[in-house]
């Protein structure tokens, strides 16, 4: 008897039923339980992530001592290879002792007054003195502190000084200045803007006729000025202009 067109299709899903329903069966109960297997898996690694949490907390806590203990205090003064004043607040940072000797002049390393002028109201103190040689080879300023000597025998120094102003009203870039009637022998050029640790100022060359070469950098805060100077032969010069302006970079102005 022959089918109708209409019955076909229902037989043949009947027998594709009959002829693949126990593999879609098999197929069916192996998916469930893939599915068991996986929902093991995510609930393993669900818990491993729980205790990697925790230990990360754990962890965490310990570290708390570490990040309230308080800042290392400075001493006034130099100390290794770091200079603190006080009285003007600024320090200078990571200092090249090993190379240099450096020495910090006044009580506790603050400075001692060179120069006062009551009339104008300025006042300049010398803070720091550097030479790149053993201790046992540094040549000390002169009575009056004086630099002949070290000029005299031709070694490199850097010098860190204050000017206090009384009355303090010209902006950084005009102190040049300021500068050329300092150094009115040195020939001073132009100068360029200089970045120290969390202050900018201004740096200047020149040269004197004994064949040596100055170079300045100053940085203005309220009614002070910070100068750190460095001469050497010309020779010399480009030798160690890289330690000198290393210095210049790590100094700090607080209260800016």
Not at 106 to 135: R, W
Not at 147 to 174: C, G, L, Q, R
Request: hydrophobic letters at 35%; a negative charge; charged letters at 20%.
């Amino acid at each position: 008897m022959a089918r109708s067109a209409k019955t076909a299709p229902l037989v043949n899903k009947c027998f594709l039923r009959t002829l693949y329903g126990e593999q879609f069966i098999r197929k069916q109960g192996e998916t469930t339980e893939t599915k068991g297997s996986r929902g093991r898996k995510m609930s393993k690694t669900f818990a491993y992530f729980l205790l990697l949490c925790l230990f990360l907390t754990i962890m965490g806590c310990g570290g708390e001592d570490k990040i309230t203990e308080p800042p290392p205090v400075l001493e006034p003064g130099l100390s290794g290879n770091t200079y603190f004043n006080t009285k003007f607040c600024c320090k200078i940072t990571d200092l090249p002792v090993d190379d240099w000797t450096a020495k910090a002049y006044g009580t506790d390393g603050q400075g001692i007054m060179i120069y006062n002028e009551s009339g104008i109201g300025i006042s300049s103190y010398m803070m720091l003195l550097m030479e790149p040689v053993p201790a046992n080879q540094f040549i000390e300023v002169d009575e009056g502190n004086y630099f002949d000597s070290i000029h005299n025998a031709k070694m490199p120094f850097i010098t860190v000084w204050v000017y206090k102003y009384v009355d303090m009203d010209i902006p950084n870039h005009e102190f040049l200045a300021i500068m050329r009637d300092i150094y009115a022998d040195s020939g001073l050029q132009e100068s360029k803007p200089i970045a120290g640790a969390n202050c900018t100022g201004y740096q200047v060359t020149g040269q004197y006729d004994d064949n040596s070469t100055i170079t300045l950098s100053w940085f203005v805060k309220n009614n002070i000025m910070l100068e750190v100077g460095y001469v050497a032969e010309n020779s010399k010069h480009i030798s160690y202009l890289g330690a000198y302006n290393h210095v210049v970079s790590h100094l700090t102005m607080m209260g800016l």
